[in-house]
């Protein structure tokens, strides 16, 4: 009940296009729903979040979708550039809690 | 811009020896945490720290692993004696609440051998 289920693995998408990562999960105490970028050798970087009760959340590029019936968010990269090349992993955290549960990460190649 | 910083940024060590990895928390954050990644696996929680104890922590926390935090600014992960499957890239993070934005240090890549 605490996975967060992330897809696709992997992803390659030519530069101006749109990235689609989908993440499900199953605990229904999950509160915060923050996604992170990670470059090789560097420590995931908090991106964007967003708190079920909006259904989206946009910052610049990136825009979060969120579906509480379904259980579902997902992260929307408009006008993919090649420096957005890296790993994107979803997370969940309960209301005040103290760990985040990580999706498994997907790859995101952008072509130029 | 204020950020985790962690201490070192490799550190090789031979089986069965004690290591202790540091990290330096954002000032004003009150929760720390420690999570690992094996190399291109997902990140795993350990475990999180608040008010000087421990407030969760995963089954890969076990007697092993210690964490402290001595002084008003430091914080620290002890492994007793590695084991050749705690290789790992290892992130310290820090919020100033829980299940709020948790920021990440750069990590310590740690080789046993």
């Known amino acids: 009940q605490q996975q967060v289920k992330q897809s696709p693995q992997s992803l390659i998408v030519q530069k101006g296009g749109i990235s689609i990562i989908n993440c499900a999960y199953e605990n229904t105490a999950f509160d915060y729903f923050p996604w992170y970028q990670q470059f090789p050798g560097k420590g995931p970087a908090l991106l964007i979040a967003i708190r079920p009760d909006v259904s989206e959340k946009k910052e610049g590029r990136f825009t979060i979708s969120f579906n509480k019936s379904a259980k579902q968010f997902s992260l929307h990269i408009m006008d993919s550039q090649p420096g957005d090349s890296a790993t994107y992993f979803c997370a969940a955290n309960k209301a005040a809690g103290n760990k985040l549960t990580f999706g498994g990460g997907t790859r995101v190649l952008v072509k130029p | ?113």
Not at chain 2, 52 to 64: A, G, L, R
Not at chain 2, 74 to 89: G, H, Q, V, Y
Request: charged share 20%; hydrophobic share 35%; proline share 4%.
């Open chain 2, 1 to 113: 811009e204020p950020e985790v910083t962690q201490t070192p940024s490799h550190q090789v060590t031979q089986m069965g020896q004690e290591v202790i990895l540091r990290c330096v928390p954002i000032s004003n954050h009150l929760y720390f945490y420690w999570y690992r990644q094996i190399l291109g696996q997902k990140v795993e929680f350990l475990v999180s720290f608040y008010n000087n104890e421990i407030s969760e922590k995963s089954e890969i926390f076990d007697d092993q692993f210690s964490v402290e935090r001595p002084d008003g600014s430091n914080f620290t992960l002890k492994i007793r004696s590695t084991k050749l499957e705690d290789s790992a890239m290892y992130f310290c993070a820090s919020s100033v609440q829980g299940g709020t934005e948790a920021f990440f240090g750069q990590g310590t890549r740690l080789t046993v051998v």
